[in-house]
């Protein structure tokens, strides 16, 4: 069972941060949209950057357009930079398999070439990139502001690392869920309600956005 969320305002609209080399088209990004589109609230879903400081200048700097108080939301690297944000705005997160100490991830990267399939971007991870992850990683975050949905068969992060660093959050863990959280349709109600909203069960799924 849940526990119960801060005691804030409903949420006046949804900035949602992709992960790493994943893009503002992707399946999450969409439904994230049609939930804020059926509630009437604004919602931002940016193509970041692959630059880590780059990637959190721009989701500041979009915090206006979703209202005074919205509700940060991000998977994977987005969950990461989702963090940032909301705790150096004093707002409400919901985090995905969130990449928790990334730059542990980043150093076997360095070197390696990537394709951005949503955009054609091709890139190189550069020391740079581990650089400004370790510059960026808290030490510590708020637990109460959080609601992390995670999958218990990750294949790419450790659901228990978020676990623990984001000990005390509220915490729904999918069996069987993979690092992509391809049930995340059937947990927008929790989403919603974490920001103060009410959304029916079953009104998005996969094959509304599919059909877009």
Partial sequence: MLSA???????????????????????KAALMRAACAVLGLPCATPQLSHRPRAALRLAESLLEGVGPHPLVAGS???????????????LPAVLINPAVGPARLVTDWVGEAFVNEHTGERFCVEAIHLEELEGLTPQGVTPGRYLLLLGSADETLDPADAFAFYRGARTILHPGGDHGFTAL????????????????????????????
């Fill in 5 to 27: 969320a801060l005691h804030v305002p409903a949420v006046s609209g949804v900035l949602y941060l992709h992960g790493f080399n994943s893009g503002s088209g992707s399946p």
């Fill in 76 to 90: 994977s690297m987005g969950g990461f930079l989702a963090t940032l944000v909301a705790e150096r705005h004093d």
């Fill in 185 to 212: 349709a059937d947990y927008l109600p929790a989403i919603f309600a974490h920001g103060g909203h009410s959304l029916a069960p079953g009104c998005i799924t996969h094959q509304d956005v599919d059909d877009a």
